[in-house]
T-cell receptor, first 110, second 117 residues
Framework: DAKTTQPTSMDCAEGRAANLPCNHS???????VYWYRQIHSQGPQYIIH???NNETNEMASLIITEDRKSSTLILPHATLRDTAVYYC???????????FGSGTKLNVKP | GAVVSQHPSWVICKSGTSVKIECRSL??????MFWYRQFPKQSLMLMAT?????????EQGVEKDKFLINHASLTLSTLTVTSAHPEDSSFYIC?????????????FGPGTRLLVL
């Protein structure tokens, strides 16, 4: 699976959009981009995933660049409850395993 | 999203004893479940893949005789930490793979915190 690179931490003001970048320059054609988040002392929560098209659901939007070498997770109106570690994972669709990197600690501030 | 539960949520045990942790998929069937371990301030580390009806496969460096995995049914996998020692104290998290033509993803349990005294 391709390696991902994320900033260690980011700050965001409550009510503003949080844009979390992820670099996956070695991604291959059959690999999907998944995003999870982990709130302190809980199991990871699925957010969204995509292959090459932008995706949106009730939680977030996922923007994947045309060359697929990077992506951005967008939380449109961050709240204090969105404070968590966000993990970007690249995984081939027909392979089971997820390998977690170090993620980005998002701090949403009032 | 799909729901995965774990039991117990926390456990304290004496060194040398064995501890069993259950992972259940509540509203879907999962032929594949996964077990992770997380130490404080670190990321999740995949320990093993639990396969219904067959033996678990372990990641490199994980002792299969110490961490026994049984996938008894399509909704239940168990992890038994045998002869636990203080260094086994950690946050253990399971996930279950929900299969589908597009929505194939993993859903995680809430985790089990193990403290070995």
């Amino acid at each position: 699976d391709a390696k991902t690179t994320q900033p260690t931490s980011m700050d965001c003001a409550e009510g503003r959009a949080a844009n979390l970048p992820c670099n996956h320059s070695t991604i291959s054609g059959n690999e999907y981009v998944y995003w999870y988040r982990q709130i302190h002392s809980q199991g990871p929560q699925y957010i969204i995933h995509g292959l090459k098209n932008n995706e949106t659901n009730e939680m977030a939007s996922l923007i994947i660049t045309e060359d697929r070498k990077s992506s951005t997770l967008i939380l449109p109106h961050a709240t204090l409850r969105d404070t968590a570690v966000y993990y970007c994972i690249v995984r081939a669709y027909n392979f089971n395993k997820f390998y977690f990197g170090s993620g980005t600690k998002l701090n949403v501030k009032p | 999203g799909a729901v995965v539960s774990q039991h117990p949520s926390w456990v304290i045990c004496k060194s040398g004893t064995s501890v069993k942790i259950e992972c259940r998929s509540l509203d879907f069937q999962a032929t594949t479940m996964f077990w992770y371990r997380q130490f404080p301030k670190q990321s999740l580390m995949l320990m093993a893949t639990s396969n219904e009806g067959s033996k678990a496969t372990y990641e490199q460096g994980v002792e299969k005789d110490k961490f026994l995995i049984n996938h008894a049914s399509l909704t239940l996998s168990t992890l038994t930490v045998t002869s636990a020692h203080p260094e086994d104290s950690s946050f253990y998290i399971c996930s279950a793979r929900e299969e589908g033509w597009y929505q194939e993803t993993q859903y995680f349990g809430p985790g089990t915190r193990l403290l070995v005294l």
